[in-house]
């Protein structure tokens, strides 16, 4: 008898949070088996599923990077997967690989769709998707290719306690800059300071933020890195330094539809400044990932780079819940869903 399978499809757009119960869907039937794979084709079970903040933007009926997530779609998401057979001579059954599959527990993927999982020395499995996946692949090509912070350069990261900007806040102190981190909370404001080596990290939700940031940066920002967009965006405009560089990689606090209304009161700053605005996708900067990863297995082996992340257990069934977790600001570091333990998988390669 076929094993079943669950998948999340988007059931409606939302107006403002996703709302669990409501914008997906779980649709349960027979999973994808062997027989029906074609050559090159490989079928997948999922381990790990990764939440971003993108996803929000995914399901807007908007244009985009990418189209939008259809109703009635199983929706996006990168996975790290179990291969259960294989038609393709790249991979077998028992190995593991990353792919694009979405919120699915079974799936067919289709040959170049995926990528076989190499682990380096000092990583983990699930740095695949985290700082050794695309989270990394981000902070390390936007920080390089658009920053490009140079040593004693102040350089100001917002979401520093999150996936990315923890990666691009430590990249940038062992690019010998000095490193401003502004995070939600004191624990995580610690956190930044005492494990990862910032400089100075702010809490945002202080009334006294903005005078905080003022007082770290005497000299000025160099190089402003961009999660967040909104109120703490305004407030590092007011305090870049002539030629800074903005790296725009998101605006998590507008994802969900802007609260407030207010838009961006004081970008007459980039004229009087000559700033340089750049945003970009992580994909524009494909061809660099391999050095990317390269030097930032080095640095987790040498113990120079520390990462955190935030496993969401019990399977596909909690990824509607735990997604809300990067918009409540109550993850550190990666947010991913275990779909299944691979301490449960007989045989798997890890
Ligand atoms: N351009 C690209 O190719 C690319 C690729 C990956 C990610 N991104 C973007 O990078 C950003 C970070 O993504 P991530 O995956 O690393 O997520 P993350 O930073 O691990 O998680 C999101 C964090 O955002 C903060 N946040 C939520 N709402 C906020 C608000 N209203 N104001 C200020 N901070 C808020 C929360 O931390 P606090 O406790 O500090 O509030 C939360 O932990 C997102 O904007 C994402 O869209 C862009």
């Not at 190499?118 to 740095?127: A, K, R, S, Y």
């Not at 703490?232 to 305090?239: C, H, K, P, T």
């Not at 640095?299 to 520390?306: P, Q, R, V, Y």
Request: hydrophobic fraction near 40%; include cysteine.
């Amino acid at each position: 008898m076929a094993r079943e399978n669950k998948k999340f499809v988007l059931a409606q757009r939302p107006k403002t949070d996703f709302v669990p119960g409501e914008t997906f869907k779980l649709e349960k039937g027979p999973a994808p088996t062997a027989d029906e794979l074609k050559d090159g084709q490989i079928l997948v079970e999922s381990l790990y599923l990764s939440l971003d903040p993108a996803m929000r933007g995914w399901v807007n009926d908007a244009r985009s990077y990418l189209p939008p997530v259809q109703i009635g779609e199983v929706m996006r998401g990168g996975t790290i997967s179990r291969v259960l057979a294989s038609k393709n001579p790249d991979v077998k059954e028992g190995d593991i690989v990353t792919a694009f599959i979405g919120w699915t527990e079974v799936a067919v993927v289709e040959k170049g769709n995926f990528a076989k999982a190499e682990v380096p020395e000092g990583g983990q499995l699930t740095d695949l998707l985290g700082v050794l996946g695309l989270t990394g692949m981000t902070a390390y090509t936007g920080l390089h290719r658009i920053g490009k912070p140079k040593a004693g350069e102040t350089v100001v990261v917002s979401g520093a306690a999150g996936a990315t900007g923890s990666v691009v806040g430590q990249i940038a102190k062992l690019r010998g800059s000095r490193v401003i981190g502004i995070a939600g909370s004191d624990d995580k404001c610690e956190w930044l300071i005492n494990e990862l080596g910032f400089d100075v990290a702010l809490n945002y939700k202080k009334d006294s933020f903005k005078k905080d940031l003022a007082a770290a940066t005497p000299d000025y920002i160099d190089v402003y890195w961009d999660n967040v967009g909104g109120e703490i965006l305004e407030a590092a405009l007011s305090r870049a330094k002539k030629n800074a560089r903005f790296v725009m990689c998101g605006s998590i606090s507008g994802y969900n539809g802007s609260k407030d209304g207010k838009g961006i009161r004081n970008l007459s700053i980039v004229v009087a400044q000559r700033i340089r605005m750049e945003g970009f996708i992580v994909f524009d900067f494909a061809e660099d990932y391999p050095l990317a990863r390269k030097e930032i297995a080095g640095w987790l082996a040498e113990g120079k780079l520390k990462r955190k992340e935030m496993i969401v257990k019990g399977g596909l069934e909690k990824a509607e819940y735990a997604i809300k977790n990067l918009f409540e600001g109550n993850n550190t570091g990666k947010l991913l869903v275990e779909i299944k333990s691979p301490n449960e998988v007989r045989g798997a390669k890890l």
